[in-house]
Structure formats: structure tokens, C-alpha cells
């Protein structure tokens, strides 16, 4: 599932828009690439929404459909993709994919398997977490349910970007086992609100608190510096 990162956030079970706003005007962006390609033409470029340095391609299919390329072009190094082309300089993603690895509430909620988009993991109560595949007629998890479009794909992803999607809970630093952000607000943490656990802890970004480091629970970043 994609989200939008702005000051202000609409959302919708199907599709998620993001507004930039200033005082005279807004834009509206779609993240599926899909649908930036519908009403255009065959070779037109449209951004790639969850990395601002890529683009996909739109293409013709044997029935006459306008579709975007099953896989993104990257720009040259040092290069971002706007309008239709590449520039220099840097740029910020539209979107940002919040499909969930964890289980969080093990209330038969779903979360994604990364490394198979048609399947996920079911978190039932007892902690328990049951491997499933999609059906064949909507063959791709998008982040809580299996839908027909291959774009609203749980690809990996934005698992090493901390993002709260709730207020006053606490969500992993994926770069350090052993700290965590307080969401006192929805979207990305504040540097002043990330904590260490207690000598001894770690996080654990299943039950989204810091629990003591064992044997069986040892401490491991999610994500590596590059």
C-alpha cells in the first residue's frame, strides 16, 4: 500500500492522492503509475511515485491499452526524473510504500511477505503468524488486501524509512535495534523524538515497545547504512 507524503494526506481505500499545496494553487499526484499512464501516449515517460530519480514508460498492449513499463528506468547518477525528463539535482519520493513486515496487533491482520508479492502472513491471536497466497483472480497483496493491479504490489519497499501511521505509539529506528520514535503525530518521526531502550533491551517492532534482549530475542537492525 502507498501513501502520499505532503503536509496534507487524502486517502482513499483504492487510491492515494498527494497534495502540495501553496496559496494560489494545488496539484494532485496519483501513486499508481497506471494511472498516470491512462489518456497518454505510447513512449510517454510518467514518474516512478516511490523513487523521484526513476521513471516508467508507457507502453501499447496488443489491445490497444496504454500501460506503464513492468519495471521502472533509473536516471543517470546525480539525476532526478521531472515532467518527462531527467535533470540534475535532488528530489523527494511522492509516495512511500507503508505495507507492514511485522505483526503488530495479531488480530487476523495481514502484512506482507517482501519477498513473494503474492503472498502475505496472517497474524492470528497466540502470536501466531500463517503463510497464505493470494488467489489467482487477484493475485497481489497490496498491504491489507490481494487485489488484481500488480501496482499496488508490497515490492520492498520502505521498510528501512521509520513512518508513523498512528499517533502515540512508538515504531523501530530500522537502523538501530535498540531505538525507537515516539508518534506524537502522523508521518515521519521527528529527530527529537527518537529514544534508546533501557541497558539490556532492544525493540521489538512487533509489539512496538523495547523488551528485554534474550537468547531467543536477540537485537537485529532491519536495515543496513549504505
Known sequence: MLKNISTFV???????L??????????????????D??????????????????YYICLTDSQGNIYPSDNPVRCNEGYYFSGS??????CVNQCINLCQAECTSYNYEKVADFKDCSSFYLCSPGRIRTHHRCPST???????????????????????TSYCDD???EV??????RSYYLCLTTGFPLAENRY?????????????RCEVESEWNRCKPACKEK
Do not use: M, W
Open 37 to 54: 499512464c491512462e489518456n497518454q501516449y505510447e513512449g510517454r515517460k510518467v514518474r516512478d511515485p516511490e523513487d523521484c530519480h526513476s
Open 172 to 177: 523501530a529506528d530500522p537502523y538501530d535495534c
Open 10 to 16: 487524502a486517502t482513499s481505500l483504492l487510491i492515494q
Open 18 to 35: 498527494i497534495i502540495f499545496s501553496d496559496f494560489t494553487s494545488s496539484t494532485v499526484y496519483t501513486c499508481n503509475p497506471k494511472k
Open 138 to 160: 487477484t493475485p497481489y497483496f497490496d498491504g491489507s488486501d490481494c487485489s488484481k493491479d500488480k501496482y499496488d504490489c508490497c515490492t520492498c519497499c520502505d521498510e528501512c
Open 85 to 90: 525528463s531527467c535533470y540534475t539535482g535532488s
Open 196 to 208: 534508546t531502550c533501557n541497558e539490556g533491551e532492544y525493540f521489538d517492532a512487533s509489539l512496538g
Open 167 to 169: 499517533t502515540y505509539i
